[in-house]
């Protein structure tokens, strides 16, 4: 029963201390211009504080392997809704369809 | 009834059967466990919601790019950053109050659930001030909203996106705010110690996903048009 993980402050503050200086990379990312990695760069930022977020602040890796499976399978079906939603609208002038 | 009695004391904790464990667990981590997972599930129901937003968000956003950076310019940047501060506060307090629940420490958590609180209710005071901003600039979509900016139906459909994923980021916001304050009544009646503390374990998950969608919100919406404005663009 005294199984359960209790998480050092330090490690807290720690995480705490880097999503805010992420943040401020956020922002210094957001304020050069980098053309077309412009918003590639910002969601990898947000995806590496989210992650933070996720797996320090959640506690997911204490968590059994069924609640990790459920957790990464959630985020996979969003690509998925992303993917082939974009899939289509970005093909969509590939092709001339005759009559239209 | 007897033998409930003597099942109870033979089971894994090997002494007596804590009162928080309902009939139905094995044993309180069991019931830790089985609490997690199901809020998992529901999180990832609130991941799929806000995912159909964010899929608008995208596709309008490939197909208006030069609306989204315009719209994007009229937002407060310092306000957002702020606000994203003020989130990532709020989620140290929240894992330090169900890290105090660990340790059996009363006074961490009504400590930690209250800066919780407060650090929501920042959040909330902030948005008010740029929702207010955003009335007064006519940039609220429908009869009022200034059509005399370039590509201002496109623009408006960018306050649209902005305004309902930000309007039910705060609705969920105030929601979190709600459940703090029912565990912090708990906290405060010792509800809560190193045996049990799932309530404020998954009412803590809810809050840090909350601050995970405005982790997204913050460049996706503000951030846009930054290089532009730095670049005198």
């Given at each position: 029963?005294?199984?359960?993980?209790?998480?050092?402050?330090?490690?807290?503050?720690?995480?705490?201390?880097?999503?805010?200086?992420?943040?401020?990379?956020?922002?210094?990312?957001?304020?050069?211009?980098?053309?077309?990695?412009?918003?590639?760069?910002?969601?990898?930022?947000?995806?590496?504080?989210?992650?933070?977020?996720?797996?320090?602040?959640?506690?997911?890796?204490?968590?059994?392997?069924?609640?990790?499976?459920?957790?990464?399978?959630?985020?996979?079906?969003?690509?998925?809704?992303?993917?082939?939603?974009?899939?289509?609208?970005?093909?969509?002038?590939?092709?001339?369809?005759?009559?239209? | 009834?007897?033998?409930?009695?003597?099942?109870?004391?033979?089971?894994?904790?090997?002494?007596?059967?804590?009162?928080?464990?309902?009939?139905?667990?094995?044993?309180?981590?069991?019931?830790?466990?089985?609490?997690?997972?199901?809020?998992?599930?529901?999180?990832?129901?609130?991941?799929?919601?806000?995912?159909?937003?964010?899929?608008?968000?995208?596709?309008?956003?490939?197909?208006?790019?030069?609306?989204?950076?315009?719209?994007?310019?009229?937002?407060?940047?310092?306000?957002?950053?702020?606000?994203?501060?003020?989130?990532?506060?709020?989620?140290?307090?929240?894992?330090?109050?169900?890290?105090?629940?660990?340790?059996?420490?009363?006074?961490?958590?009504?400590?930690?659930?209250?800066?919780?609180?407060?650090?929501?209710?920042?959040?909330?005071?902030?948005?008010?001030?740029?929702?207010?901003?955003?009335?007064?600039?006519?940039?609220?979509?429908?009869?009022?909203?200034?059509?005399?900016l370039p590509q201002a139906a496109q623009q408006q459909l960018f306050f649209s996106l902005?305004?309902?994923?930000?309007?039910?980021?705060?609705?969920?916001?105030?929601?979190?705010?709600?459940?703090?304050?029912?565990?912090?009544?708990?906290?405060?009646?010792g509800r809560f110690s190193a045996s049990y503390y799932t309530p404020v374990e998954i009412?803590?998950?809810?809050?840090?996903?909350?601050?995970?969608?405005?982790?997204?919100?913050?460049?996706?919406?503000?951030?846009?048009?930054?290089?532009?404005?730095?670049?005198?663009?």
């Amino acid at each position: 029963m005294s199984a359960h993980i209790v998480t050092p402050v330090r490690t807290y503050v720690f995480i705490f201390v880097t999503l805010l200086i992420l943040t401020g990379v956020t922002y210094l990312a957001a304020i050069h211009d980098f053309g077309a990695l412009h918003t590639p760069i910002a969601l990898a930022i947000a995806l590496a504080k989210a992650s933070l977020v996720v797996i320090y602040f959640m506690g997911v890796r204490y968590n059994t392997p069924l609640t990790k499976v459920v957790v990464v399978a959630g985020f996979f079906w969003l690509f998925i809704l992303f993917g082939l939603t974009l899939n289509d609208y970005l093909t969509r002038g590939w092709l001339g369809v005759p009559g239209r | 009834m007897a033998s409930h009695i003597a099942q109870a004391a033979h089971g894994p904790e090997g002494h007596g059967h804590d009162p928080n464990l309902q009939h139905h667990f094995y044993s309180m981590e069991q019931q830790l466990e089985a609490s997690t997972l199901g809020m998992w599930v529901f999180l990832v129901t609130e991941i799929m919601f806000f995912g159909g937003m964010f899929m608008a968000y995208i596709l309008y956003r490939v197909l208006y790019p030069e609306a989204w950076v315009l719209g994007s310019h009229h937002l407060n940047v310092t306000l957002g950053a702020l606000n994203t501060g003020v989130l990532i506060c709020s989620s140290l307090t929240m894992a330090l109050a169900v890290r105090s629940a660990q340790v059996s420490s009363r006074k961490g958590q009504i400590v930690n659930l209250i800066l919780t609180i407060l650090f929501g209710c920042t959040f909330l005071v902030v948005k008010y001030f740029e929702y207010k901003e955003k009335f007064e600039h006519h940039l609220v979509p429908g009869p009022h909203f200034d059509m005399s900016l370039p590509q201002a139906a496109q623009q408006q459909l960018f306050f649209s996106l902005y305004f309902m994923l930000t309007g039910i980021h705060a609705a969920h916001m105030i929601v979190g705010i709600v459940l703090m304050l029912v565990i912090l009544a708990m906290a405060i009646r010792g509800r809560f110690s190193a045996s049990y503390y799932t309530p404020v374990e998954i009412s803590g998950l809810y809050w840090h996903f909350v601050d995970i969608v405005w982790i997204f919100l913050f460049p996706l919406l503000y951030l846009l048009g930054a290089h532009l404005a730095a670049h005198g663009g």
